[in-house]
């Protein structure tokens, strides 16, 4: 996969700079220094934590979240990081929801803004299936610097893929 493929509907000329960046080696320090440090959120139950403390700051009247877990599954060749699942279950004469979400355990030593991109992303999944406006208003709702977020995970996947590391761990 190429390093670039993390910014398919980018600008060409960001594509361009970023894959200057990725040749002279510049990227990593760029976000070293823009994210001196992973977060620690390395247990299942701490993700869940995390991600019920935003679940309820913003959206508290969405789905309860059953599950909330690092997922050794999710495969970034499926240009995927998280998952969210919405399975509907009939018990007795009751329909029981349940919503998970699953979080790739790559993300495990990131700095934490870009696992939170990920977790408002799959958050905003409980109220908007579709990635449209709507959506997109929910994310930067529940984080301004959402866009930022998200875009500079995609520069960390790049970096990565370019078989560079952050702090020490890729």
């Not at 760029?30 to 959206?59: C, G, V, W």
């Not at 599954?73 to 329909?95: C, D, E, M, N, Y």
């Not at 990920?118 to 529940?142: R, T």
Request: positive net charge.
């Amino acid at each position: 996969m190429s390093q670039t493929n993390y910014l398919k509907g980018y600008a060409p000329d960001i594509v361009e700079q970023v894959e200057e960046l990725i040749r002279t080696e510049k990227l990593a320090g760029i976000l070293r220094s823009r994210y001196p440090e992973n977060h620690q959120l390395r247990t299942d139950k701490a993700l869940y934590q995390y991600t019920m403390d935003l679940k309820n700051s913003f959206l508290r009247k969405a789905g309860p979240l059953s599950k909330v877990i690092y997922d050794d599954k999710i495969s970034l060749s499926h240009h995927a990081l998280g998952l969210h699942s919405f399975v509907s279950r009939p018990q007795g004469r009751k329909t029981k929801a349940k919503n998970e979400i699953r979080i790739s355990s790559l993300l495990k030593f990131v700095p934490e803004p870009m696992l939170l991109a990920v977790v408002v992303h799959e958050l905003a999944h409980l109220k908007e299936k579709d990635h449209n406006k709507a959506f997109y208003n929910l994310c930067c709702h529940m984080e301004s610097d959402y866009h930022q977020y998200e875009f500079d995970l995609r520069l960390y996947l790049a970096l990565v893929d370019s078989g560079g590391t952050l702090h020490g761990r890729g």
